[in-house]
């Protein structure tokens, strides 16, 4: 894909362009590839994935992790027993060309023509608009006739229309799901989190309208302690507003319930596809992996070769609360697909931003002599990372149903239920 397809206009691509940039010069570092143990050819050494073949069976439920404690591994997922998607190791891929768009290794007519009149829309916080974006580029230059790029709802969400084809892909700024005082999608930066725990509908409204579903949340909730409103009906922005001061798993675990009672009342799974991505790594201490004391992921070029790598701020507590929530929303008849890349991101330090962004806020002295303070470590550059959750994605989007995969019948007699 060339620059100039990728460009539409937000910061977000910018960034994106400055990083690959950066990711070519580098040159003599080889890319990357995720190798899957799910139907898999090997074409002049770089691995080819045909997504259109994978059959996956949605009957049982994929673990967001299987370890009690510290996770060494992600253990092999239930998600079939022909194939998972979610167990791999990274392995160095140096004959592939430049830029990775240009020459994808996917079936995109098919994924174009299953999106064909459908709405997909990414709902999180920025690793999901790192994802949409990502997203974009894979499939810009395979869809034909007019595309035009946009936003709407002062800056909550963000369009990209395929107009021949009546596809959109979408992202809608919801960085904790429920109602918060980061929901502005420029002016974020707080000193405090307040949350509305109960309180989605205003977000939500914009969701019910889409085929397929991506959700995320969980970096914002990485603070010890949250505010949260004490009733239900008061003002986030209410000087005299009243809030009680919860910890953050709590917080998490009721954000969620709110969330799957919300998804449970007005998604059909008979129209609706329903995702929620797993929790991404970030590597803002390099003593994790035994680097410098105060360093971070500023400098590295090379991801942590040991697959059972597992960094400091990805906390298995939290984990265990997602994957809890969704086993509760399937058992209540709807099933939200986990697609597991924490122990995928976790060995990849080298393929985050650092300093090649925008930044939102000029950068003080001591930034612009040590950059590794004013470093990302939790987005990632695209061509990337990314792009390997959306190939996972694209997996399930193009599915060839199991004979033993009960989800469509649960989702008819979850109906009749709600019916009668």
């Not at 960085?175 to 000193?191: A, C, K, R, W």
């Not at 302690?225 to 922005?237: F, I, N, P």
């Not at 002295?365 to 190939?391: F, T, Y």
């Amino acid at each position: 894909m060339r620059k100039t397809n990728c460009s539409i206009g937000s910061c977000d691509m910018q960034t994106m362009i400055q990083c690959s940039f950066f990711i070519f010069f580098l040159g003599g570092l080889a890319t990357l590839s995720f190798y899957r143990n799910y139907n898999k050819e090997e074409v002049a050494g770089v691995l080819k994935v045909n997504l259109a073949n994978v059959t996956t069976n949605e009957s049982t439920t994929t673990p967001v992790f299987g370890h009690q404690g510290k996770p060494k591994s992600v253990p092999p997922s239930s998600l079939s027993s022909a194939c998972d998607l979610f167990s791999g190791r990274w392995v160095y891929d140096n004959r592939s060309h430049y830029p990775l768009y240009k020459e994808y290794e996917f079936d995109a007519k098919t994924i174009v023509e299953r999106l064909r009149g459908k709405r997909l829309l990414f709902v999180g916080d920025s690793l999901n608009r790192n994802q949409w974006n990502s997203m974009i580029c894979m499939l810009h230059s395979y869809i034909p006739g007019v595309k035009k790029a946009g936003g709407d709802l002062n800056g909550l969400l963000h369009t990209f229309r395929a107009i021949d084809y009546n596809i959109s892909i979408d992202f809608y700024w919801a960085p904790m799901l429920v109602e918060s005082n980061g929901d502005s999608p420029t002016n974020h930066h707080l000193d405090s989190r307040i949350v509305g725990i109960k309180a989605i509908e205003t977000h939500a409204r914009h969701w019910v309208n889409s085929d397929i579903l991506i959700f995320n949340s969980y970096h914002w909730w990485r603070s010890p302690v949250l505010k949260m409103l004490k009733s239900a009906g008061s003002l986030l922005d209410d000087p005299n507003q009243e809030y009680e001061e919860v910890d953050s798993l709590s917080a998490y675990k009721m954000a969620l319930k709110t969330w799957s009672d919300w998804a449970h009342t007005h998604i059909d799974p008979l129209k609706t596809k329903l995702f929620f991505m797993g929790v991404t790594a970030t590597h803002s201490k390099a003593r994790d992996w035994g680097g410098m004391k105060k360093g971070n992921c500023y400098g590295e070029i090379e991801p942590v070769m040991d697959n059972g790598f597992w960094e400091s701020r990805t906390d298995p507590r939290m984990l265990s609360v997602l994957e809890s929530s969704l086993s509760k929303l399937k058992a209540r008849g709807l099933n939200a697909q986990i697609i597991n890349v924490t122990q995928l991101t976790q060995c990849r330090k080298d393929a985050h931003t650092t300093v090649y962004r925008k930044y939102w806020r000029p950068l003080t002295d001591e930034q612009k002599k040590k950059p590794r303070l004013a470093s990302d470590c939790s987005h990632w550059c695209l061509p990337g990372v990314p792009d390997i959750w959306n190939e996972l994605l694209l997996a399930y989007i193009l599915r060839k149903q199991n004979p033993s995969d009960q989800n469509s019948t649960a989702g008819k007699q979850r109906k009749e239920m709600m019916d009668t």
